[in-house]
T-cell receptor, first 114, second 114 residues
Framework: GENVEQHPSTLSVQEGDSAVIKCTYS??????FPWYKQELGKRPQLIID?????GEKKDQRIAVTLNKTAKHFSLHITETQPEDSAVYFC?????????????FGKGTHLIIQP | EAGVAQSPRYKIIEKRQSVAFWCNPI?????LYWYQQILGQGPKLLIQ????????DSQLPKDRFSAERLKGVDSTLKIQPAKLEDSAVYLC????????????FGPGTRLLVL
C-alpha cells in the first residue's frame, strides 16, 4: 500500500519568513495530493490540493509543488503569520478507481515565532 | 451548509468494554470515511463507504471493529472489546462523490480506554 513520509516533524520560523514542508510517497499510482491544517483539538481542514496533471498550484500565500518523477511534493507558505501556527499534514490517494481513502504523513508542527 | 456531525465528542471507557460512534455526513454526500488518529500521528483510514456499500475496509481490525451505513446516510463505528491501544480520535469524513471531490472532516470523537 501507499506510504507517505513527511519532513520536518517540527518547523519554527520567524513571522514574515517562509516555511517549506516536504513529503514523499511510494505508490506511483497516486494522483491526488491534499494538504490539511489541524489546529489543536480541531478537525483537519483542507488548505490546498494538487492533482498529478499539474506541477504547481498557488492560492495567495500558499503554494504546492509536485514532482511525479521523484514522487515528492512540497507545501510553501510565504509571509508567515501567527495564525499559520498549527500541524500540517500531507496526504496522497488514487482518484478514479473508487477506493480513494487518504494516506497521511505524520504531520509537521509549524511554529511561528513573533 | 452544515458540516459533518459526530457524537459523542468524548468517551472514556475501560478496556474490554464496547463503544459506538455516530457520524452524520454533509447532506447529499455519497461517500463516507472513518479515520483513526492516534496522538501525534496523521489520520489512518479504517473504512470507506459509497452509499451503503463498503468500498475499502482493508485496514479495519475486523476482529474488534465494525461499521455500518445501512441507509446510505448516517454511519456508526463500533469497537468491541476495546483495548488500550484504541485510545485515539475517530474522525468521520465525507465527500460528494468518490474520486472527484474534497473530503470534509467532522470534529471527531476522542476515545480514552483505561
Amino acid at each position: 500500500g501507499e506510504n507517505v513520509e513527511q519532513h520536518p516533524s517540527t518547523l519554527s520560523v520567524q513571522e514574515g519568513d517562509s516555511a517549506v514542508i516536504k513529503c514523499t510517497y511510494s505508490d506511483s499510482a497516486s494522483n491526488y495530493f491534499p494538504w490539511y491544517k489541524q489546529e489543536l483539538g480541531k478537525r483537519p481542514q483542507l488548505i490546498i490540493d494538487i492533482r498529478s496533471n499539474v506541477g504547481e498550484k498557488k492560492d495567495q500565500r500558499i503554494a504546492v509543488t509536485l514532482n511525479k518523477t521523484a514522487k515528492h511534493f512540497s507545501l510553501h507558505i510565504t509571509e508567515t503569520q501567527p495564525e499559520d501556527s498549527a500541524v500540517y499534514f500531507c496526504a496522497a490517494s488514487v482518484r478514479g478507481g473508487g477506493a480513494d481513502g487518504l494516506t497521511f504523513g505524520k504531520g509537521t508542527h509549524l511554529i511561528i515565532q513573533p | 451548509e452544515a458540516g459533518v456531525a459526530q457524537s459523542p465528542r468524548y468517551k472514556i471507557i475501560e478496556k474490554r468494554q464496547s463503544v459506538a460512534f455516530w457520524c452524520n455526513p454533509i447532506s447529499g454526500h455519497a461517500t463516507l470515511y472513518w479515520y483513526q488518529q492516534i496522538l501525534g500521528q496523521g489520520p489512518k483510514l479504517l473504512i470507506q463507504f459509497q452509499n451503503n456499500g463498503v468500498v475499502d475496509d482493508s485496514q479495519l481490525p475486523k476482529d474488534r471493529f465494525s461499521a455500518e451505513r445501512l441507509k446510505g446516510v448516517d454511519s456508526t463505528l463500533k469497537i468491541q472489546p476495546a483495548k488500550l491501544e484504541d485510545s485515539a480520535v475517530y474522525l468521520c469524513a465525507s465527500s460528494l462523490l468518490a474520486g472527484l471531490e474534497t473530503q470534509y472532516f467532522g470534529p471527531g470523537t476522542r476515545l480514552l480506554v483505561l
